[in-house]
């Protein structure tokens, strides 16, 4: 039975206008269906979010950055979003809908491309990605299954999901590791950085892809493919595909270069490369038949992936980014006709008409014949076993007539001994007999925390990375045994069992704990001295400060005295230039309060005197014109 028909959404309408036909395709956050517009009366593809996820707010938020990104690029080469809403519990997307496959389709049946075919998808790719990075955006999820290759040929690029500002910077952790692990750049492995230059780097590795049949890093785990990533250059094409021309190596190694510094600019530089390297190429260069190549001669509607198109007609002379490559099939040049040749075939065309006649219907017979067998029940759908046990998804499937390979693999958000993806996928086409592999969970990949006492924090964090752990929250807290800045204790605790991803929270030493001395009025030498004896460091500060301090000694120290520091942290001393000397202005015979005001306003303390009732200043200490510390007090006598 087919699965899709078990699917709710199928015959619902959508906001009472996108009436849902048939499932397309199922991923790991939405559904794609095939749905009439009831409105415009034309078909898309609607993209509904799952379930789980509608509730979601940073899900949804992303979802409507796709429909707001990809509808600012109107372009030809990039799958169009004509509308975004929800309904009910589903939030969806309308998009165009491109009848044809995906270069993973193509890549699953023929096994590598012949370089004139790879080329004709990288262009334009690189057309859209080009447009895209103009304006501003970076898509960060190139992938095959996200180049579209239309029954015409047309190529377009999907899924702008992820799509984000040019020079903007995302989190590698596990709660935003958006991109496929095999075409990461290593800058987003290691830094969380993206920009148009990490679209090219998966670009390059699409390339090596199309052109060997396999891609460039390899492992068991996604964490053994992100280190081959940052240790190891994209390998040449060549070494895989004797006769590849070296012209193609060069252009995979400058767009997977792990130095971003030595990619192009973007994808319309690179564009521009790719056109300058095919002018280069012989047909024979062109033509190179890879070994992985699988031949796919037979035609109807089993030949899903093909992508010969029919002519297209364009007098039009697209600019660089706006240029649509399609596969092209050969022209064929008739032989060239002389009058003798001319005469014989008008002699033989007379007889052979009725026999040309009876040979077409028969091929028209053969051709129906063909076709009413390959839709006579030699396909079925996938069956959907995603989220199945191991054993129920085998029986399913085995029920279907097919069989069964199994691969396991971890995973963050899929239990232990369930399926997390087939392929085939959900709904797509396979023969009757046809084997199914089935992606079965190990859960959580788990690795122990290591032992990092005593370890620097920047080693500690580097340590964490490498064996798939995140630095979390640094605690700081007095150690006496452990250097300042180095890792006293993990939490979990050394030796603990976390799934890769987790936090592992650092406590580090600010070292041992110092009572900061008293070293004020001391010689610069000696304050010196007592603090490094009680394990601070010293610094100078450049300005001197007039204080009651003798000219020399230390006026100010930071922190002050009695503070808690750890080793090896500053204490900031000042030098005093001593008292602030100022003149006493004569005030003798005036008021207490005219010689108040002059006193306190060159700088001094006031402190009158009175005998009996008077207001007339008849003395002051210390006398007219003496110097005087600023701040300091005169003492007046009133009469």
């Not at 707001?68 to 519990?89: E, I, K, W, Y």
């Not at 015409?152 to 935003?176: C, I, Y």
């Not at 069956?383 to 191991?390: A, G, M, N, Y």
């Not at 029920?399 to 993806?421: K, P, Q, Y």
């Amino acid at each position: 039975m087919d699965t899709t028909l078990q699917d709710p959404l199928i015959g619902h309408v959508l906001d009472g206008r996108y009436r849902v036909d048939a499932r397309i395709a199922v991923g790991g956050m939405a559904t794609v269906y095939r749905a009439l517009d009831m409105r415009l009366d034309r078909v898309c593809a609607l993209k509904v979010m799952h379930a789980a996820l509608a509730d979601d707010q940073v899900f949804v938020a992303r979802f409507i950055r796709e429909a707001r990104s990809a509808a600012r690029l109107a372009h030809h080469n990039v799958v169009g979003v004509f509308d975004q809403g929800t309904d009910g519990g589903h939030v969806y997307l309308a998009m165009e809908y491109v009848d044809g496959c995906t270069l993973r389709d193509v890549l699953r049946e023929r096994g590598a491309l012949q370089p004139r075919a790879a080329l004709d998808v990288l262009e334009p790719m690189l057309a859209a990605l080009g447009a895209a990075h103009r304006a501003g955006l970076v898509h960060r999820d190139m992938k095959p299954e996200n180049v579209l290759i239309g029954d015409d040929g047309r190529v377009k690029v999907a899924d702008f999901g992820l799509v984000g500002a040019v020079d903007g910077q995302t989190s590698t952790n596990t709660e935003s590791l958006l991109g496929t692990v095999s075409y990461l750049a290593p800058e987003q492995i290691e830094h969380g950085v993206s920009d148009t230059r990490t679209d090219l780097y998966a670009c390059g590795v699409v390339l090596y892809e199309m052109l060997t049949g396999s891609k460039p890093h390899s492992g068991g785990t996604p964490a053994q493919v992100l280190y081959q990533r940052l240790q190891a250059d994209v390998a040449a094409p060549s070494g895989r595909v004797p006769g590849l021309a070296p012209a193609l190596d060069a252009l995979v190694a400058r767009a997977a270069a792990r130095d971003p510094e030595r990619r192009p600019a973007d994808a319309v530089a690179l564009l521009s490369e790719v056109r300058s390297v095919r002018a280069g190429l012989t047909d024979a260069q062109l033509d190179v038949v890879p070994p992985e190549a699988r031949n796919r001669t037979q035609a109807g509607a089993e030949n899903l992936t093909t992508v010969l198109p029919r002519p297209v007609d364009d007098d039009r002379d697209p600019s660089p980014v706006e240029r649509t490559a399609r596969f092209p099939s050969p022209p064929l040049d008739p032989p060239e006709e002389t009058d003798g040749s001319r005469h014989r075939a008008a002699r033989r065309r007379g007889p052979r008409r009725p026999l040309l006649v009876v040979l077409g219907a028969v091929l028209a017979v053969l051709l129906g014949t063909g076709v009413w067998y390959i839709n006579s029940g030699q396909f079925i759908r996938t069956p959907s076993v995603l989220s199945l046990t191991e054993g129920d998804a085998r029986a399913k499937l085995r029920d279907a007539g097919l069989e069964v390979r199994v691969e396991r693999d971890h995973s963050l958000t899929v239990d232990r001994g369930r399926v997390m993806e087939s392929d085939p996928s959900p709904g797509e086409r396979i023969r009757r007999n046809g084997a199914v592999t089935v992606v079965v969970s190990r859960g959580p990949e788990v690795v122990k925390v290591p032992d990092l006492s005593g370890t620097p924090l920047d080693d500690a964090r580097r340590e964490l990375k490498g064996l798939g752990l995140e630095p979390g929250l640094v605690i700081r807290r007095f150690d006496e045994e452990v250097a300042q800045g180095a890792v006293v204790s993990t939490e979990p605790a050394a030796g603990t069992e976390s799934r890769t991803g987790s936090a592992v929270r650092l406590t580090v030493s600010k070292g041992r704990e110092i009572e900061v001395p008293d070293v004020s009025g001391q010689d610069v030498a000696s304050a010196r001295e007592t603090l490094r004896e009680a394990g601070l460091d010293v610094r100078i500060a450049p300005e001197r400060v007039f204080s009651e301090e003798e000219k020399g000694t230390i006026a100010v120290q930071s922190p002050e005295p009695g503070a808690v520091r750890g080793g090896g942290e500053t204490v900031t001393l000042t030098v005093s230039k001593g008292p602030d000397l100022v003149a006493v202005p004569d005030v003798e015979s005036m008021s207490a309060d005219e010689a108040r005001s002059t006193l306190e306003g060159a700088g001094f303390e006031v402190r009158i005197r009175r005998i009996f009732l008077g207001d007339t200043v008849f003395n002051q200490n210390p006398d007219p014109g003496e110097q005087a510390p600023r701040g300091s007090e005169i003492t007046l006598w009133v009469r």
